[in-house]
């Protein structure tokens, strides 16, 4: 009887990548970003900014329960969410944008997921020591001195995770309130829950998932490829200047050998564990940590630095035939970039341009409809509305309303006895019922839709808001 032997696994499990240290331009570069990135998370709820009376003083605020976001000196209502959305279209044009001139800088210096798998990583080589050591503790068997360097390892973990799930709970409601609140057990449940989630994912995601949420769960690597063409600078290596690689530069036929040596140092350093001497990679985040690792040894050995470097495919041709490649600023400024810079700041431009014409009164008006309109014992004609007033500025105000038309119309305020004119708090919406009135045998009584607009004015400032609508007559029955 033959046995059937299982079909292979489809399945490979994870080899954990442990980056060598490495020194050099754009790794001080990505200390200085990590540090200002991580700056601004953490610090930015703690910031006061004075509104005056009635209104959150925290610089950067996201007040659901009030439904307003608070960004220093801007103040978002519901109705304004199209300043949200702008600036979520112009994040996405930006990153067009970057990606086009110069690849991946997105996920290779500011990515959150890069920035804080950085953080764990400087933290496990602070703890368990560089690539070697760490290599030999994760192959060497239990023993307690492996138990008491993980476990100080994930502590430390944990606390970062829980620093930044706790953080941001403090952009949605006041951070020292909050912070008080926590520590006194007497916060919101959702206020723990978030926090719980947040600091396991932060935990999980920069600890041990690592460079899989980039290849995996992140779609930019399949879609990078429609934003770049040979114009693009991203890192890449010099091929024909590295080729045929050799280690032995004083054996025979060295001389016939290129400029690498395959000493792996950029695979060594490399947070996804890729060789970037197989040309561009799909998993490959362009943080030129191999740039700096290859020019480090570049110049131990006395050869020019750049065999790894920010390079344009386009570029190549010349190189090769020894020609000088283009200045960066044609490989920057090209049609691409130009619409994509272009589209981009006509977008912050009408945003800007809708946030300083803006007033700080708005209404909206909505027709009762059931019924259209209401014939009084008189015979006049009545219409209803809803107008809700919203006062945006930081005190009270008193609003009058008015109606505009061709025909001649009465106007009452619901709850209002004499005049026109009514009270609205500071930073609220007020519902205002409108009754608009047409005399018996007035045009508008009789006719079928008379157009109006209802406007409402500042008493204090002068400033107006209006909308137009409809007075429904006899003669649509």
């Not at 210096?109 to 050591?133: H, K, M, S």
Request: charged letters at 20%; proline letters at 6%; one cysteine or more.
């Amino acid at each position: 009887m033959s046995s059937v032997e299982p079909p292979p696994s489809l399945y490979v499990a994870r080899e954990p990548i442990f980056p060598r240290r490495v020194h050099g331009f754009f790794r001080n570069l990505k200390w200085w970003i990590m540090g200002i990135t991580l700056g601004i998370y953490y610090l930015t709820p703690w910031i006061r900014w004075d509104r005056g009376p009635n209104l959150p003083d925290q610089a950067v605020l996201v007040d659901l329960a009030n439904r307003r976001f608070y960004f220093f000196f801007v103040e978002i209502w519901p109705h304004e969410f199209y300043f949200v959305g702008g600036l979520l279209v112009m994040a996405g044009i930006g990153l067009f944008l970057f990606t086009s001139a110069l690849g991946r800088v997105w996920c290779g210096y500011t990515c959150p997921q890069t920035v804080w798998t950085d953080l764990f990583i400087l933290v496990e080589r602070w703890i368990e020591g560089d690539r070697n050591a760490r290599v030999r503790l994760h192959h060497a068997p239990w023993s307690a001195r492996k138990v008491r360097l993980r476990l100080t390892k994930w502590a430390v973990w944990l606390l970062i995770a829980l620093a930044t799930g706790g953080a941001w709970v403090f952009y949605f409601t006041d951070a020292p309130t909050l912070a008080r609140d926590l520590a006194l057990f007497q916060a919101p449940s959702i206020a723990y829950v978030t926090i719980a989630i947040l600091t396991a994912t932060t935990f999980v995601f920069g600890g041990f998932m690592r460079e899989q949420v980039c290849i995996y769960m992140c779609p930019w690597p399949r879609i990078q490829s429609a934003m770049m063409d040979p114009d693009t600078l991203t890192v890449a290596y010099r091929e024909w200047r590295g080729e045929p690689r050799g280690k032995h530069r004083k054996a025979a036929g060295a001389e016939n050998l290129g400029d690498c040596i395959d000493c792996m140092a950029c695979v060594n350093v490399c947070p996804m564990g890729i060789d970037i001497r197989d040309g561009q990679q799909m998993e490959c985040i362009t943080c030129a940590l191999c740039i700096d690792a290859c020019d480090e040894v570049m110049e131990r050995i006395g050869k020019p630095r750049g065999l790894i470097d920010y390079l344009a495919l386009s570029d190549a041709p010349a190189e090769i035939a020894g020609e000088p490649p283009k200045p960066v600023w044609k490989h920057i400024l090209r049609p691409r970039t130009i619409l994509y810079t272009a589209i981009w700041g006509a977008f912050g431009l009408a945003l800007l341009y809708a946030l300083f014409i803006r007033s700080d009164i708005d209404l909206t008006v909505s027709p009762v409809r059931n019924p259209t309109f209401v014939v009084q014992s008189d015979g006049s004609v009545r219409n209803i509305y809803d107008v809700r007033l919203r006062n945006m500025q930081g005190d009270d105000r008193v609003f009058r309303i008015g109606v505009d038309s061709a025909a001649a119309l009465n106007i009452e305020l619901e709850g209002v006895a004499e005049g026109a004119e009514v009270t609205v708090p500071a930073n609220i919406t007020k519902l205002q019922r409108l009754y608009v009135t047409a005399a018996p045998d007035s045009p508008a009584a009789t006719g079928d839709i008379t157009e109006l607009t209802i406007w409402v004015e500042d008493t204090q400032t002068g400033e107006r808001a209006e909308r137009t609508s409809s007075f429904n007559g006899r003669g649509g029955e």
